[in-house]
């Protein structure tokens, strides 16, 4: 009940492409949804993050859809660019956005061909 | 910059050595966090810091690894008596409204 479930494993695009990753929980009592990139050899870095009171948020390129009832949420990247490869993980945490301790989905290892 | 920096950022090291890693915030933080990750999987919470005092273990965290932060600032993460199953990425992470990563340290155990 405490993991998050992530697909697909890997993807792959071309520029231009709207990627789509896709996460489902079980747990109702997590109430912050973050999603990290991660670059070869470098730490996870904050992409955008969400609760579950709202059921969009847009940041420059970045989306996060989120259905309460579904119980699922997803990434999509507008007009994505080759820069954009890399590996994306989605979270979840019970105690907020002002928490370190998050559970992270397995990964998706995404590729944008020029 | 996360504001984090960890060393070393690679070690290789033989199975049965101890290994120490360490993590420096540039700046003061209250909570101090590490996790691991093993190759295609996301981070697994290991144990976080208020200041000095030690919160919480993950049941991940066998009796073979230990960590301090001894004044508040910078913390180290030891493992003893590696096992091949210790290779991973070690990531240091701390809290400014958000979670914020090193670098990490990746740990081959050969």
């Known amino acids: 009940q405490q993991q998050v479930k992530q697909s697909p494993q890997s993807l792959i695009v071309q520029k231009g492409g709207i990627p789509i990753i896709n996460c489902a929980y079980e747990?109702?009592?997590?109430?912050?949804f973050p999603w990290y990139q991660q670059f070869p050899g470098k730490g996870p870095a904050l992409l955008i993050a969400?609760?579950?009171?709202?059921s969009e948020k847009k940041e420059g390129r970045f989306t996060i859809s989120f259905n309460k009832s579904a119980k699922q949420f997803s990434l999509h990247i507008m007009d994505s660019q080759p820069g954009d490869s890399a590996t994306y993980f989605c979270?979840?945490?019970?105690?907020?956005?002002?928490?370190?301790?998050?559970?992270f989905g397995q990964g998706t290892t995404l590729q944008v061909k020029p | 910059d996360t504001g984090v920096s960890q060393n070393p950022r690679h070690k290789i090291t033989k199975r049965g050595q101890n290994v120490t890693f360490r993590c420096d915030p540039i700046s003061e933080h209250n909570r101090l966090y590490w996790y691991r990750q093993t190759l295609g999987q996301g981070p697994e919470f290991l144990t976080y810091f208020q200041n000095e005092a030690q919160l919480e273990k993950s049941r991940l965290l066998s009796d073979r690894f230990s960590a301090e932060r001894p004044k508040g600032s910078f913390s180290t993460l030891e493992i003893q008596r590696t096992e091949q199953g210790d290779s991973a990425m070690y990531l240091c992470?701390?809290?400014?409204?958000?979670?914020?990563f090193g670098s990490g340290t990746q740990l081959s155990v050969l």
């Open positions: 979270a979840a945490s019970l105690e907020g956005s002002n928490t370190g301790k998050l559970i």
């Open positions: 747990n109702t009592a997590f109430d912050y």
């Open positions: 992470a701390i809290t400014n409204e958000k979670l914020f």
């Open positions: 969400i609760r579950p009171d709202v």
